[in-house]
């Protein structure tokens, strides 16, 4: 089905995929009715600031999430360096072991792992991979990858196209419908990691599009100039639907139960409203009395603007009831007026009048009619003065009432009946039989008769039992036809418990699994790292210049496809440079350059430039917006024809990351010049700040816009936005 084909698809089932930062969160998901739940543990996840969960709570959660028909996925979603992968790998064999089957990635070296020494797990690209165009499904499907979550970015037309694409690889597609933007395609921002180095390729994001800007050194005034509006496409459900997308995704990890629930449960009757070909709603309370910064459905409509912007962060959720009166800071207590009748236990959020948020907590009595106390939770993220602002939030299921319901979800073990048969000198068989299956395991020795301690029910029962955190819990020994006086030893009975538990709960997996072999150490320390000077035209590249190569950075929206392969083609010294971003038609144009060029080596941000250079006999160099950190990410490269070289990742330094391993044929390529870009935007910031007088942008914005602006941080780093004709709009520093 093409885009300009899309029509009503009748019952077709697709994935309500929730957030679940902890276990509480989880659990409202589940409740609500998700169909699968995506949460991270440890350091290897995008949203390090989530509570995240324990393996301990995984263990449970996932066994809780089986016996709803629900699915756990775990978010392995950054950036891994060589020094961490044997760390990860104790990871995966631990929550394999606790149920989990699905891992969502983003680092190119753990989908080369996951692929080739892990096909026991499922694996899904996390939206960190900046997918948007054929040629990078293609190339996900080279590692396995059953799932893509597409890059926010796309109208309904793209997606369209590439759930086609997707779907005749088998591969299904994902996409975010509800919860926060990001200012840069995902996977290609850098501007937490230049600002604070904290870096949202390894889950330390600290969102500084949500800050305030000043726009110049001569214009004082103060926005938040990358701040766009949240995701929400509840009233384009059917239009999301009509695309043949497979998933459908909340963003909110960093949410609370109450948020998770409320959206979840609007969500989940969306969604049987469309599979039963019945009308949905366009809105819904219970999604304008959570956490949002107003709402937008311009990416999804096509509709790029400057109405996708907001100019602050503050939940517009929130509802005024109040200014602080006094405040105590021994006590942690504060009193406020107000003139509404509020409850007991009713969250409380304080502000500055020019909406800083300084903490949190909880109205604990009345003191006059007027007047109420307040206990502050959590650390003051500023002094409290009297007149500051005082907020509550209303759920439209509130907070008592789910934590009633999710209080309710418990782990309900599967009873395990036991039979136990055997003669002396025979093997002792023991048939293990759950609700759903049953399993006959020998011992490996024959039985002996016992000098003491017989097998008896105590006996058995006393090994047998031991259950532990397992889904199961004993029913009932039989061991009416277990002859008299034998013995088996108490490792052998305890060996036949655990198999069978392994087995019943299809967890087992062969532990030498998780001993890759490492990357061959090679004497990269020593190579001569070649050097290029890049350039975006062909007037302002010298052949003075002391250089490997002159590179040719093509823009994002190639339009004289002839002129521009004669061009490159005329000049035996230029490496063209295909630019991360290439979507729909200038994926196309971009290929067909491909096809007209002389065979040249290219280099290339994107990996559907890089499938298609294999597929079409070119040798390629992978760009620095491949990410790669790690020895297995090139290990991964080096399987695809064509590969000669790459760029590692300009986010980190050799001390951060270590030495990667890169096999002699493969040379490693640096930039003389390159500026150092931190956001890549489809979005018009010239427009978000000032000057342009169109509504939106059109078909000609891309092609010709040709302004810059610069916008200074509260640190004093300045930001340069440069809009360039052909090219997205990027931020350097």
Not at 228 to 257: C, H, M
Request: proline share 3%; aromatic share 10%; hydrophobic share 35%.
């Amino acid at each position: 089905m093409i885009a300009a084909d899309m029509g009503k698809q009748v019952n077709r089932k697709v994935e309500l995929l929730a957030p679940g930062g902890d276990a509480d969160s989880v659990k409202a998901a589940i409740c609500a009715g998700a169909d699968a739940v995506y949460c991270g543990t440890g350091s290897f996840n995008a949203r390090k600031r989530a509570t995240n969960l324990s393996l301990q709570e995984i263990e449970q959660l996932a066994q809780i999430a089986k016996q709803r028909d629900c699915r756990l996925y775990l978010t392995l979603n950054t950036l891994v360096f060589d020094h961490e992968i044997a760390q990860v790998l104790t990871l995966l064999e631990k929550v394999y072991q606790l149920g989990i089957r699905v891992i969502i990635v983003q680092d190119l070296g753990l989908l080369h792992i996951l692929k080739t020494y892990l096909p026991e797990f499922e694996v899904h690209a996390s939206t960190q991979l900046t997918t948007h165009n054929e040629g990078q499904i293609s190339f996900l499907n080279r590692f396995g990858v059953s799932q893509v979550n597409l890059s926010r970015e796309l109208s309904s037309e793209e997606i369209s196209l590439l759930c086609l694409s997707a779907h005749q690889k088998n591969i299904k597609i994902e996409v975010f419908v509800h919860g926060a933007f990001c200012i840069s395609f995902s996977g290609q921002c850098y501007m937490s990691s230049d600002l604070c180095g904290k870096s949202g390729n390894r889950g330390e994001c600290v969102q500084p599009c949500r800050r305030q800007y000043s726009l110049s050194n001569r214009n004082k005034n103060v926005r938040a100039v990358f701040n766009l509006k949240d995701n929400f496409l509840f009233p384009e459900a059917d239009v999301l639907y009509n695309t043949g997308a497979d998933s459908f995704k909340i963003e909110g990890r960093i949410k609370k139960f109450s948020y998770v629930y409320n959206v979840t449960s609007a969500w989940r009757e969306q969604i049987d409203a469309l599979e039963a070909d019945k009308k949905i709603r366009r809105e819904d309370k219970r999604l304008e009395t959570v956490f949002n910064r107003k709402f937008t459905a311009g990416y999804l409509k096509g509709r790029i603007e400057k109405d996708m912007f907001i100019d602050s962060s503050r939940d517009q959720s929130l509802k005024f009831v109040g200014n602080v009166q006094r405040y105590w800071a021994d006590k942690k207590t504060l009193t406020f007026q107000s003139k509404s009748e509020l409850c007991a236990n009713t969250e409380i959020l304080i502000y500055t009048p020019d909406f800083t948020f300084i903490c949190k907590g909880f109205l604990t009595k009345k003191i006059s009619p007027v007047e109420y106390q307040f206990n502050i939770e959590h650390k003051l993220m500023g002094k409290i003065s009297k007149g500051y602002q005082v907020f509550t939030q209303e759920f439209s299921e509130t907070a008592d009432k789910i934590r009633s319901i999710i209080d309710r979800v418990k782990w309900v073990k599967e009873p395990l009946k036991i039979s136990v048969s055997g003669t002396l000198g025979s093997k002792l068989k023991v048939v293990f039989t759950s609700p759903k299956e049953s399993l006959t395991l020998f011992s490996h020795m024959p039985i002996t008769e016992a000098s003491n301690r017989p097998l008896n029910r105590e006996v058995l029962f006393s090994q047998f039992s031991r259950l532990g955190t397992t889904p199961f819990v004993l029913d009932n020994i039989e061991f009416s036809n277990l002859s008299p006086n034998c013995f088996i030893p108490q490792k052998e009975l305890n060996r036949l418990r655990c198999e069978a538990v392994e087995k019943l709960s299809h967890n087992f997996i062969d532990p030498s699994h998780f001993n890759i072999p490492t990357v061959s150490r090679s004497a990269s320390h020593k190579r001569k790292i070649k050097k290029a000077y890049f350039a975006e035209n062909i007037d302002s590249i010298s052949s003075e210049t002391s250089c490997d190569a002159h590179v040719l950075i093509l823009p994002n929206c190639i339009q004289e496809i002839s002129k521009t392969a004669d061009l490159i083609n005329r000049n035996k010294q230029i490496t063209p440079f295909f630019s991360s971003i290439l979507i729909g038609k200038d994926f196309s144009n971009a290929l067909e350059l491909l096809k007209r060029l002389d065979g040249r080596t290219i280099m290339t941000d994107n990996t559907g430039i890089a499938d298609s250079a294999s597929a079409f006999g070119i040798n390629w160099i992978a760009g620095p917006g491949f990410n790669i950190v790690n020895s297995y990410a090139v290990e991964a490269l080096t399987q695809i024809d064509g590969f000669c070289g790459l760029f590692l990742s300009c986010e980190f330094t050799k001390k951060e990351r270590g030495s990667v391993q890169i096999p002699p044929q493969v040379d490693l390529w640096q930039s003389i010049n390159l500026p150092k870009t931190v956001i890549t935007t489809r979005q018009c910031l010239i427009k978000n700040i000032s000057g342009c007088k169109k509504k939106r942008c059109d078909k000609d914005c891309l092609k010709e816009c040709n302004r810059s602006e610069t916008v200074i941080s509260s640190q004093g780093k300045r930001y340069f936005i440069v809009k360039r004709p052909g090219f997205y709009t990027v931020v350097t520093s």
